[in-house]
């Protein structure tokens, strides 16, 4: 017996550390200590859950305004008494249309934003009540790092500090952060366009890789843009729009440029609600319309 190793099986091993960054693509439910990240089917607008494996939850964005209180339902649905966080990526109506009702209807531990509020009245509301019922805001900027729970960790992505964000177009305030759970990542991009991402690539270049993107702006024309996906290098985009939608979101121009790259789409209009389980290493996604696994599963690296 020899304690010597074949070079060959040194070589696999390294392979398979480096690949074990890689998430991988399952279809059969995750277990274990699992998160789940749930883009709401709330039409015209964003509303993304998030639940940490050690059962911390958070809302991120809750547009857009109208009759149905699609997020209002889904927390009663799931017998949420308490958010651990809302986080807000910008204060168009379509991200925080809802957000009065959820203050109102659950306990709220906090408020994450980038600190700026576009003045208009549904914001000036926001406030005061966020005031009235002592909801404490969290401020922060790119290079920050927060967590949810022990084991989801975000990293600030944009603004830069003292970007002069009121001089610019409100879309372009969004913060963006990127969030990692083990070997899987998500880059939440609120209504970011090509100013923001522009920007990103060049002072976060390091930071930007990501498995899933939530598309800027519900897949404008006006966000993901080749430069940023070069370096975010998603393998699946996550679309929220309505369907229909008088803006005609997602943009042809902006499926093109997914699918030269390879990269998965899920929307909310076709989809539904976007479901994602991962306990860091596997990811199985569901859709509430049933896309056909076909269309879901993954082998690493390279889409099924
Ligand atoms: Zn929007």
Redesign the pocket.
Known sequence: MTWKTPLSTVCFLLFSLSAMAEPKFVDEPVTGKVMTLQILDVG???AIYIESPDGKRMLIDA?PQGAKNQIVEFLASKSITRLDAIMVTHG?A??VGKMLKVLNAVEVGQVISSGFFHPTGMNEDILAAMKNKSIPMKVVVAGDSFKLGEYLDFKVIYPEKDAGLPAISV?DTSLVVKLTYGDVSFMLT??AEHFTEELVVKYRPKDLDADFLKAG??GSETASGNPFLDAVTPKVALISCGENNKFSHPHKSTLDRFSERGIKMLRTDRDGTLTITTDGKKVRIETEKKVPVSALFFVVGKAA
């Open positions: 015209q607008g964003d547009g168009h379509d991200h879309n609120g209504d702006h519900h």
